[in-house]
């Protein structure tokens, strides 16, 4: 009686998670999906896509979304990228990992903006409003920063308009509002990757680290020194830290897992 119990809890649970698979991917199928970025965009904005599948750099980034989606087990996640010294390299990185999660059809991605970029993810837009606007209050939901973008199943937050001479934001209570509902809004199938300012740059980064399931960190080649690296690396939570990308390598990117843990 008691193994027969187990049992049927067992096949009610497995029953549980198929039945929200199925209304996940029917949600995913639903998504608006207004415009799709040409070969030719997706080279402007340095967007990996499907003819790049056999360069180092598609090997790397599938790589990391597996090590991802199987320590996840059927849940989302929540990925914050940054890096030691500058953030463009970093920035690259994260845009690209959002649209390398998002190609899988069982998967959708959001892309946060936490500093400016030149990334026009959101397609002509002139006048968008981001995370700078929610911060201010000058926009009070938070649906109304997220984009689409021409990668299908991608969404961003840009950065917005607001010109802010600091990172004090990353403190406010405005921030946490925004991380927390998006990383409720789709708990199973939506990968959130947040990305972030160098966190030698900026000291409230670290405060990011109680948001994110996950901590990638982006070091230009030849940029770095170890002691740039460590001091670096104590600001963030190891037992996050999902590995170091090398960047800006003449070779191809490298990616150390588990770098000094």
């Not at 198929?18 to 967007?47: G, N």
């Not at 790397?60 to 320590?71: A, H, V």
């Not at 959001?110 to 981001?130: I, K, Q, W």
Request: hydrophobic share 35%.
């Amino acid at each position: 009686r008691y193994d027969n119990t187990i049992g049927q809890r067992r096949f009610e649970y497995e029953d549980g998670i198929i039945a929200r698979s199925v209304e996940a991917s029917e949600q995913i199928l639903r998504m608006a999906q207004p415009f799709v970025f040409s070969k030719k965009e997706l080279d402007q904005q340095h967007i990996i896509h499907q003819e790049d599948k056999n360069s180092s750099v598609y090997s790397l980034l599938k790589d990391l979304r597996n090590r991802i989606t199987l320590q996840r087990q059927g849940m989302g996640a929540t990925v914050l990228v940054t890096s030691v010294s500058e953030s463009l390299q970093s920035s690259l990185f994260a845009k690209n990992l959002a649209a390398i999660i998002s190609a899988d059809e069982s998967r959708t991605s959001l892309l946060l903006e936490t500093h400016p970029t030149e990334s026009r993810l959101y397609g002509d837009l002139d006048a968008v409003t981001g995370l700078c606007d929610f911060i201010s209050e000058g926009i009070t939901r938070v649906e109304d920063v997220i984009y689409p973008t021409g990668v299908p199943r991608m969404r961003v937050i840009p950065f917005g308009n607001s010109d802010f001479s600091d990172y004090e934001y990353l403190r406010t209570t405005r921030m946490r509002i925004l991380i927390k509902d998006i990383i409720r809004r789709y708990p199973r199938e939506r990968y959130t990757i947040i990305d972030a300012p160098a966190v030698d740059e900026v000291s409230d980064v670290e405060l990011l680290n109680e948001y994110v399931d996950f901590i990638v960190v982006c070091v230009p080649y030849g940029e770095v020194s170890a002691i740039q690296l460590n001091k670096g690396l104590e600001k963030l939570d190891k037992n996050k830290l999902l590995g170091v990308v090398l960047t800006g390598s003449p070779r191809i990117p490298r990616f150390f897992p588990k770098f000094m843990k």
